[in-house]
């Protein structure tokens, strides 16, 4: 079997390691060892982004917290309209960097989009500071509530992380959260919180038979 090649390895801030490789097409992104995101199963974070701007029309305004490989962010474009903007929070430079190199083509150059900002920085900074600003609010920045990759994104999950998700949406706004599984104490903190959410399974892969992933859709 053909070995992987390492493309490019960053450090966080707090220590956590991020690595991108390549084995044969198939791209990965793995954080202190363990897989984050790859180009075989995408199905699901596309998912994320069609259930979250479904009939969001004109000048709607979405942040996504997380870039990944771009195909969250493709999705958004693909679901919104030529005045609509869409701010990307991505805590290190260099996985903008891996989307405008070798990752670009992957979701067919999402950063290129003139209606795409990006932020490298905490999504929970960019919350903060825009109260009511945005329609809807994605976050794909770990493996789910309960497998958090970075400690520093754990108080999303929380309630003080859903009192500030709530602040910063506006008036019929959403919010999605993708989740490798379902999580029970992220569901009892929604329903503690007031939030009205709903989980969808979706597919890995968009196949029948794939394992299931969980998109979680509230409004406050």
Known sequence: MQAWTELARTRTAGG???????????????????????NRAHHSESALARLA??????????????LGMGYTL?????GLDA???VVVAELLPEVVAWNHGPLALMAGQPLADVR???ECRDVAAVLSEQPGGFDAVLLDVD???????????RGLYGAEGLALMRAALRPGGVLAVWSADRSAAFEVCLTAAGWRWTATEVPARGGPDDPRHTVYLGNP
Do not use: K
């Open 16 to 38: 956590d390691e991020l690595v991108l490789r390549e084995r044969a097409g198939v791209f990965e992104i793995r954080c202190n060892g363990w897989e984050l995101m790859s």
């Open 53 to 66: 701007c479904a009939g969001r029309t004109g000048a709607a305004r979405v942040l996504i917290g997380g």
């Open 143 to 153: 493996n789910g509530p309960e497998a958090v990759m970075l400690p520093g994104n």
């Open 83 to 85: 005045s609509a903007r």
């Open 116 to 118: 795409v900002s990006v």
């Open 74 to 78: 493709r999705a958004a474009l693909d």
